[in-house]
């Protein structure tokens, strides 16, 4: 009945500094499916797919599409044979409008001239057969993050693609805008495209996908029809073991106020409020969450909270003391950790060892006041690489050779081996492996027993609905929700505070 | 003695294992080895093709070149002599590219280290070994002044380091030489030089028969200080960090703009200290510089045959001493100017310094381990 379109035979890549992306990987994909490629993080699922739009070279390995063999040596031989892909992070030109981004490097001309009325005319009837609405004229800048997707999946049916790559394409939307972007996929597979999405959310693979191949360790484990698998057996094939999804926090008895932040408020240059007269509390063995679409406030708040930013008005209270003027050094002395939300730029530095990386917070504690004491780092960094379970070779490995989730072990173990009274928990568990997200998850709560306060930043809804006892919702600067009952809500309630649909009229804060 | 031999036997073991088996970071030791003597072997190689055309006795040429330095203890004297100041220049700029800081001051540091080394070892009214102890110490702290300028634009302002530090060089230059002509000259020279440095403050001849002074020794301790500055004390580790990635060290707590400020400090004053060494040590028995040395271009040679190691600094200053004492004998005995070891430097530096030189290779050797990290696994499961 459907016949096979597209396959990847024994692809292995192998990176430059050693490490092992794929391994005889296999993917068979069917015309007109949508097909899930499923996997824990750092199982090669992107590799592969990079290698397919070409901006990957394998080691070894062959392509097939539509039986020949085909040798894809960059993105524009893949969009040649009918391959667009959608990267995670856009690559749009947020100068430019619409149009012009959706014919970047392909600009349709007229005696030389960009022929921009034919462009936005092209786009116009583009969009209309998909069923999207935009407007081609638009910069690109103005757009929210669903159009911007929209954006992108037009560049890549303008280049006539037939088979199109979303890589976690719904990491940045919302419950209702993921559903809104289902039905245009829908849309796109009745009029014959095949659909390749990267994901691990099981919920979504379920709704929309057909079939589903699983990778792990970059190795091809298995494929299958997504009705004949249910999703506890999906999340055992990627981990290879049994995992408790959901680690509900017991409940705590809240102690003493840690955190308290009074009429926040942070101009940015150009008069844009980014946080407007905040106020909320969090208390020792609490776990607060900052829940809301990304640049709603969040990450100005964070920046402002642990030293980065010292520009504001208001006041933030660390254990009854001001942290105005203060130093990131002297916040962290103050008792408050961070766990950083760009991972590679703040939470590690990628060229020096594990061991050094375990150390640059607490030097103090390991040197004499002048000489780095080697058998404190000795002692530090093994009770880190085994107590935080860090899969290495030895603590003198440097940390790029190491995969996402344990480079987070790495940061995580750095950030809580003392017990911190504040940890700021930016994203804590963002691209890492469900192994990983368990543990850190159980060294969050672990924590909580031994009355550290916990603010946690998260756009992992997941992550929110098992950890958090409240949840803050950010809209537009403003904390527009104080869910104090977080059992009781839906994803699909918090979706529409997060959207700035539907606020609490009294905002309580304690 | 039956232990001893026993243990010697296990120590033999122990290389031999860690060259049959090494693991990652023996691994990337020899690579860099190797990839360095590959490098200098392909430049050599390019040179000798150079001389078929530029020489008549292109055989003869290459020999004295390689191997002249080693024949007679004078110029083999001079090839250590060579490494002294290359060492110092090395070490500066090691440290100031540790934290990232493309700074090159060490040219005019070791212009006023040298100057003012002598002025106090000519002028101060004490003796011998006090009088070297001074000189030093006076090079150091007015060239850690120096130094200062360029640190401090970059931590408070931003302004580019190395543009400083470039402009900075001429106005040390001129400054130096402005003093030198107009109170220091001594006329009876019939040159722009200091007065004659008395013989007791100076340093000694190390080696009989040679120039090599024990201005050497200084240059080992500052070696192995650095060397303990950077990889056991917590401002070494601060300037690493630095170095790698300055938003972790801030992330961390960690005063990434005071190892901006103290990396180039200690920088220029290790060039400076070099100069003071260099013209205490040195044949002319005075300071004479009426332009810069150089030796801040030849630290930047000496870091990157180095890798930024202030421990591999003293093989990276002696292999470059000895190609330019080669180079000398080459143009003393045959037919060839000196000027060519200017071509195998460059050659050498441009494929050491190219990342991607080998990285083919580099996979290999790499991918065989994963290979057998994945069979063991494979069995453990």
Same mark, same amino acid.
């Given at each position: 009945m459907k016949k096979s379109m597209l396959k990847m035979t024994n692809i292995s890549k192998i990176y430059d500094n050693g490490i092992v992306a794929n391994n005889n990987a296999f993917i068979e994909i069917f015309a007109g499916e949508i097909h899930a490629l499923a996997g824990e993080n750092g199982a090669g699922k992107s590799t592969l797919m990079k290698i397919l739009y070409g901006l990957e070279k394998p080691t070894s390995g062959k392509i097939y599409l539509n039986d020949n063999e085909v040798v894809i040596t960059s993105p524009l031989v893949a969009n040649s044979l009918g391959i667009g892909m959608v990267h995670q992070h856009f690559m749009l030109v947020n100068e430019l409008t619409v149009a012009e981004n959706v014919f970047l490097g392909k600009e349709i001309t007229k005696n030389l001239m960009i022929d921009y009325k034919k462009m936005t005319e092209s786009v116009n009837e583009l969009a209309e057969k998909f069923g999207m609405s935009i407007h081609p004229e638009e910069i690109v800048g103005n757009l929210s993050i669903v159009q911007k997707q929209k954006v992108e999946i037009l560049k890549a049916l303008a280049r006539k693609a037939k088979i199109l790559i979303l890589d976690e394409p719904t990491a940045v939307l919302t419950p209702q805008e993921t559903q809104e972007f289902f039905k245009q996929l829908e849309l796109l597979k009745k009029q014959g495209y095949t659909i390749i999405i990267i994901t691990h959310k099981l919920n979504e693979i379920k709704q929309i996908c057909d079939r589903i191949t699983i990778m792990r360790n970059g190795k091809f484990i298995g494929m299958y029809d997504v009705k004949e698998i249910s999703e506890a057996e999906i999340s055992k094939l990627m981990v290879g073991r049994d995992v408790i999804h959901e680690i509900k926090k017991t409940e705590i008895e809240p102690g003493a106020i840690v955190l308290a932040v009074n009429h926040l408020t942070k101009i940015v240059s150009g008069g844009k409020i980014v946080l407007n007269n905040i106020s909320f509390s969090c208390k020792q063995g609490e776990i607060v969450c900052l829940c809301g679409?990304?640049?709603?406030?969040q990450r100005e708040l964070i920046d402002i909270m642990t030293g980065f930013d010292q520009d504001y008005s208001g006041n933030i209270l660390l254990n009854g003391i001001n942290?105005?003027?203060?130093s990131i050094k002297q916040i962290r002395d103050m008792g408050e950790s961070h766990i950083p939300e760009d991972r590679t730029l703040f939470g590690v530095d990628l060229s020096s060892s594990i061991a050094d990386n375990l150390i640059s917070t607490s030097l103090n504690d390991v040197s004499n006041g002048i000489f780095i004491n080697k058998k404190r780092v000795e002692e530090v960094s093994q009770d880190g690489i085994h107590s935080y379970q860090i899969k290495c070779e030895d603590a003198t490995q440097k940390v790029n050779m190491l995969s996402g989730g344990n480079m987070q072990k790495v940061v995580v173990a750095r950030e809580t081996k003392k017990i911190p009274s504040l940890l700021v928990a930016n994203q804590p568990t963002r691209g890492v492996d469900v192994g990983a997200i368990e543990f850190i998850h159980k060294k969050i709560i672990n924590l909580c027993h031994h009355q550290t306060a916990v603010l946690l930043v998260s756009s992992d809804l997941t992550e929110v609905f098992s950890l958090a006892d409240r949840i803050l919702v950010f809209y537009a600067g403003n904390i527009v929700a104080n869910i104090t009952n977080v059992k009781e809500i839906t994803e699909e309630e918090l979706g529409l505070y997060m959207l700035g649909l539907k606020r609490m009229d009294e905002v309580k804060y304690e | 003695m039956s232990n001893l031999i026993k243990k010697g036997k296990e120590f033999f073991k122990k290389i031999i294992v860690s060259i049959k088996y090494p693991n990652h970071k023996q691994k990337s030791k020899y690579f860099n080895l190797l990839r360095t003597f590959v490098a200098i072997m392909i430049a050599l190689l390019i040179t000798f093709i150079i001389l078929l055309f530029v020489s008549k006795e292109p055989f003869s040429a290459i020999s004295t070149l390689l191997f002249s330095p080693f024949k007679s203890k004078f110029w083999f004297g001079e090839v250590l002599r060579g490494a002294v100041p290359l060492i110092f220049a090395g070490v500066a700029a090691s440290i100031m590219l540790k934290c990232g800081q493309f700074n090159m001051i060490g040219e005019g540091s070791f212009y006023i280290g040298g100057l003012v080394g002598a002025l106090v070892a000519i002028y101060l009214p004490v003796n011998a070994f006090l009088a070297i102890l001074i000189a030093c110490l006076a090079a150091i702290v007015i060239t850690a002044l120096f130094g200062f300028i360029p640190a401090i634009l970059k931590a408070?302002?931003?302004?580019n380091e190395f543009v400083v530090s470039l402009m900075l060089n001429f106005i040390m230059l001129w400054v130096g030489l402005f003093f030198l002509q107009n109170y220091?000259?001594? +006329?009876?020279?019939?040159?722009?030089a200091t007065q004659l440095i008395p013989n007791e403050n100076r340093f000694n001849i &190390?080696? +009989?028969?040679?120039? &090599?002074?024990?201005?050497i020794i200084i240059a080992i301790i500052v070696v192995i200080v650095a060397a303990l500055f950077l990889y056991k004390t917590k401002y070494g580790y601060t300037i690493r960090i630095t170095g790698n990635n300055k938003n972790f060290a801030k992330f961390s707590g960690l005063s990434a703009l005071s190892a901006i400020i103290y990396s180039q400090v200690i920088g220029s004053a290790i060039a400076g200290l070099g100069g003071a060494v260099e013209i205490l040590g040195g044949i002319d028995g005075r300071f004479s510089w009426k332009s810069l040395p150089g030796y801040g271009f030849d630290g930047f040679i000496v870091a990157i045959l180095a890798s930024n190691n202030p421990l591999l600094a003293p093989l990276a200053a002696l292999f470059l001493a000895y190609l330019r004492t080669g180079a000398t004998l080459m143009s003393l005995q045959t037919d060839v100017a000196s000027e060519l070891i200017q071509v195998i430097q460059a050659m050498i530096i441009i494929i050491v310094a190219?990342?991607?030189?080998?990285a083919r290779y580099k996979n290999k050797i790499f991918k065989n381990t994963e290979k057998t990290v994945l069979n063991s696994s494979g069995e453990v499961q």
């Open positions: 679409v990304e640049g709603n406030g942290i105005a003027k203060k | 408070k302002l931003n302004v220091f000259r001594d +006329e009876s020279s019939g040159d722009i &190390l080696l +009989e028969g040679t120039y &090599l002074s024990t201005g190219g990342q991607a030189f080998m």
